[in-house]
């Protein structure tokens, strides 16, 4: 069993930057894929970012490629979303998700999932 808690949401202006954090229970936080997802009004979740288990092989939407970074310290159970250039389109909440597996899914066939973060960028 993971439980994962978000952080680090908040309302900001086209252009800033934010960092998400995602903290994991457990002591096989290494054994886990682990993503974000977000979910705007009105759409379906969609994948954002992936990394495996070793840090060694990220995966990333279209849409954000080249301004988001996620990162994770196994060391301290956490995954990162570093997000920069932040536009409109943007705004959702942004979910962390789990999966025992050893390959990044794009879809959300996840395991484990947070309670969501909101993150607002405005114009």
């Known amino acids: 069993q993971v439980q994962l808690v978000e952080s680090g949401g908040g309302s900001v202006q086209a252009g800033d930057s934010l960092r998400l954090s995602c903290a994991a229970s457990?002591?096989?936080?290494?054994?886990?894929?682990m993503a974000w997802f977000r979910q705007a009004p009105g759409k379906e979740r969609e994948f954002v970012a992936g990394?495996?288990?070793?840090?060694?092989?990220?995966n990333y939407a279209d849409s954000v490629k080249g301004r988001f970074t996620i990162s994770r310290d196994n060391a301290k159970n956490t995954v990162y979303l570093q997000m920069n250039s932040l536009k409109p389109e943007d705004t959702a909440v942004y979910y962390c998700?789990?999966?025992?597996?050893?390959?990044?899914?794009?879809?959300?066939?996840?395991?484990?999932w947070g309670q969501g973060t909101q993150v607002t960028v405005s114009s």
């Open positions: 990394i495996n288990r070793s840090n060694s092989n990220t």
């Open positions: 457990g002591r096989t936080f290494s054994a886990y894929v």
């Open positions: 998700a789990a999966r025992q597996d050893i390959r990044v899914l794009t879809t959300t066939r996840y395991h484990y």
